[in-house]
């Protein structure tokens, strides 16, 4: 069993809509929480952290944890074509070992 | 403003060679990291330093090594390049344990 999972998609929405991206993790001791988002050809670039159960919003984004059922997930309202990428989700487990999972894709279509 | 730099950006070698990669952060950071990233497989961790003079293996350390002089550089290197180490290989540092991870721009690596 991986670390982290993700459906690799890819998932597509029309502009304007809401992106739903999903994550799950193995132990469930795991204390932290992290997407990046990653264009093609460039490196990971962080857009949200959650610590604590419950939702986290940042403008567009959204993030949710819910420990009980060790999944993660992220919302991306008003989706945008510059939101086109390649989603990965990242957990520190509790042995504070870090693990990515293999990505979601995502196209807006305008 | 601090940041994190790998070099070369590209690299081509052959079987056999030895071959170092450089990364460089300005964030003060005692975390750093060492990533490889291939299709179907996604990022993962080759070795990583929670400060100087420490270093530890990751989940994919077999033909690779790094060292820790100093706050800013951890250095990894392919001490007998295989073609199974054609990847992009991503530097990364962080604050402290817990904290999120931040990026340097990627090294393309190609053995032949």
């Known amino acids: 069993q991986k670390e982290v999972e993700q459906n690799s998609g890819p998932l597509s929405v029309p502009e304007g809509a809401i992106a739903s991206l999903n994550c799950t993790y193995s132990?469930?001791?795991?204390?932290?929480f992290f997407w990046y988002r990653q264009y093609s050809g460039k490196s990971p670039e962080l857009i949200m952290s959650?610590?604590?159960?419950g939702d986290k919003e940042d403008g567009r984004f959204t993030a949710q944890l819910n420990k009980a059922s060790q999944y993660v997930s992220l919302l991306i309202r008003d989706s945008q074509p510059s939101d086109s990428a390649t989603y990965l989700c990242a957990v520190n487990n509790q042995g504070n070992q870090f693990y990515f999972g293999t990505g979601t894709s995502l196209t807006v279509i305008p | 403003d601090a940041e994190i730099t790998q070099s070369p950006r590209h690299k081509i070698t052959e079987t056999g060679r030895q071959v170092t990669l450089a990364c460089h952060q300005t964030?003060?950071?005692?975390?750093m990291f060492w990533y490889r990233q291939d299709l179907g497989h996604g990022l993962r961790l080759i070795h990583y330093?929670?400060?100087?003079?420490?270093?530890n293996k990751g989940e994919v350390s077999d033909g690779y090594s790094v060292s820790r002089s100093n706050t800013e550089d951890l250095p990894l290197t392919l001490e007998s390049a295989a073609s199974s180490q054609t990847s992009v290989y991503f530097c990364?540092?962080?604050?402290?344990?817990?904290?999120?991870?931040?990026f340097g721009p990627g090294t393309r690596l190609t053995v032949t």
């Open positions: 132990d469930r001791g795991s204390q932290s």
């Open positions: 959650i610590y604590s159960n």
């Open positions: 964030w003060n950071h005692n975390n």
């Open positions: 990364a540092s962080s604050e402290g344990l817990n904290y999120e991870q931040y």
């Open positions: 330093s929670y400060g100087v003079q420490d270093t």
